[in-house]
């Protein structure tokens, strides 16, 4: 497993690309949604961790900024083609948010208020892959774009990241989420065009 994201992560860097096959840079920040915006007042907003034995870890908001922040840069990828590059997010690593949580876990679904779903390894949520960010270019995330707080997991198709998050389940058993059940593809790495089932 190791060995295969090193060498992955070898070839992209020699390659020098910074677009993932197919697709094209944006300046501004398209919005795509599945159905309408959910307003959530961050004094009823929490966020649920739960384990494959039902366990629940719950943070409210002041708990969630009250918690060691990053402030990744990365580039997103959706995969109807737009990429944008450098985007600026502040936020709680899913490694801080998953150090004490007791799992053996293989795999995560992330659910969303507003009833969005999408699936992927637990693997892919650790080692500085993921993060719950909570603010986007200095400012608050804007609601369209997925506030008060959404999932950031760069290094797959941007429908992983889920707006308006409210919670991951970790599971024994892989789960497709919203996307995925409609013909997307299980994992959706952008740098091996993994867009549709069967890509
Ligand atoms: N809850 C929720 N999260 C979501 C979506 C959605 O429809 N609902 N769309 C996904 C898709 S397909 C993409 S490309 C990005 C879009 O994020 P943006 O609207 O901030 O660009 O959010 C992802 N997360
Ligand atoms: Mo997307």
Known sequence: MAIVSRGFHGRRRESGAQLPPGQYLVKDFPVLSAGPTPRIPTAEWEFTITTETGQDHRWSWEEMLD?????????????????????????VSLDTLLSGVDTTAGYALAYSYGGYSTNLPLQ?????QAWVVYR???GD?????????RLLVPHLYFWKSAKWLRGI????????GFWETAGYHDYG???REQRYQGD
């Open 169 to 176: 389940r970790l599971l024994e058993r892989n789960e497709p």
């Open 67 to 91: 918690l060691p922040h990053e402030t990744p840069t990365v580039d997103i990828h959706c995969v109807t083609k737009w990429s944008k590059l450098g985007t600026n997010w502040q936020g």
């Open 189 to 191: 790495d952008p740098w």
């Open 141 to 149: 995330i804007p609601p369209e774009h997925g506030g008060p707080a």
């Open 124 to 128: 892919d949520l650790l080692d500085g």
């Open 136 to 138: 986007y270019e200095g």
